[in-house]
Every structure is written in structure tokens, then in C-alpha cells.
């Protein structure tokens, strides 16, 4: 316990965070992270019944705007690499540990009805239930950091470690424009889809409720 409340401590030290960071990087985590909350609150994510209706195919709000999230930040990230301005510096891409942590993610995501930033989010707009996710998330990273890193679970899903490659690496892509391109293409058609989807299930609805309706009558 001694060792946490120290690692705590160093952890929120301002010279810490300084020395980690930068002023500059802080004022940019800032700044991005409130234009994060605004689409996240103008767009209604930060509803529980917008989640979890993801989930149950009722609702296609985060979808909406999730995806050409995707989109432009793969087009700008890949842009701004080719000019210089920024320098991509890619995580491991350790197969096993990856799809663990995303089923669990999901699993999380679905039962709660809330990932960090929407949990934060939706605090923020009142909404008290995101009190049991935030919670969920200080326990949860504090287990793995002090149970499951460097476990032997650990070393078993880390097994597969492709280094520190992209998908057009993964693909075999001779240059990245074409996967960038191509991804876009498929959020666009993405899209299109829920539209479609959409309008199907508005009509269905309208046709079971007016045959209900002269059932009724008869």
C-alpha cells in the first residue's frame, strides 16, 4: 500500500507532468480533449440509451458519428505525417493481448453503457449512473497494474508480437494512400448502409402498424 500511495504522489507531482509532458503537450491534450467532450455532447453520445442502443441495433448515433471520426482523423494523421508536422510513433501490435482487451473493452462498453471519455462525459452532463463506469475504471486499472502486468497470463497473450507495424504494412500495402482511400470508401459505404438500414426498419414499423391498426378495427 506505501508503494501506491508513492507511485500516486510521483504520479500527480507537477514537476512529474512537466518533465513527462511539456507545458505545450498539456495546453494541446487540453485543448483536443475539450473539442473531444463538445462532439461528444452535441452529438448525445453521452447517453446511455444511445450506447446501449448501439448494441441492440435501435440506435445508430455513435455510429453516425464515430465513423467519419475515423475517416478524417486517418486522412489528417497520414497528411500531416507526409508533410513533417507530426511523427507517428506506432505501438506494438501484439495480437492475442489485443483482442482480449478488446472483448473485454466491449464487454465493458455494452454492460455499462459507457467507455472512459463518455463516462466522463456524461458526469459532467449529471448523469450519476456514470459514477458506477468511472469507478469500474480506477479498480480495473489498478488490478491489471498491480495483478495482471508481468503475470503469466500476461506472457501468454503477448505471445503473437508483430513489432511496431500499420495496417498497410499488415496488408502489404506499397503505400498507405491506397489503404487511407480505401478505408474511407468503406466508412462512406458504411454509412450509406445504416441510411438504408434505417429507412428499412421506419418502413417495416410503419407496415406492421398498419396492419396491427385494421386488425384491430376488425
Known sequence: MDQIL????????????????GPASLYGGFILGSLLGIILQKGRLCKYDVVSGM?????????????????????VVFLFKDLGIIELHVP???????LFGGVIFGAGLAI?????AIAAGALGEGHLDALAAMVG????????AEVFDGSKLDHIISYINLGNVTFPDIFLVFNHWFFVLGFAFMCTAFLVG?????????????????????????
Open 6 to 21: 508513492l507511485r500516486l504522489k510521483d504520479t500527480f507531482d507537477p514537476s512529474t507532468i512537466g518533465s513527462i509532458s
Open 55 to 75: 448494441f441492440r441495433l435501435q440506435d445508430f448515433t455513435f455510429w453516425r458519428i464515430g465513423t467519419p471520426l475515423l475517416m478524417i482523423g486517418m486522412i
Open 92 to 98: 506494438a501490435t501484439v495480437v492475442f493481448a489485443q
Open 112 to 116: 455499462a453503457g459507457y467507455c472512459p
Open 137 to 144: 475504471i480506477v479498480f480495473g486499472s489498478i488490478v491489471y
Open 194 to 218: 445504416i441510411s438504408m438500414y434505417d429507412e428499412f426498419l421506419r418502413a417495416s414499423f410503419m407496415i406492421v402498424g398498419k396492419v396491427s391498426g385494421k386488425l384491430k378495427r376488425k
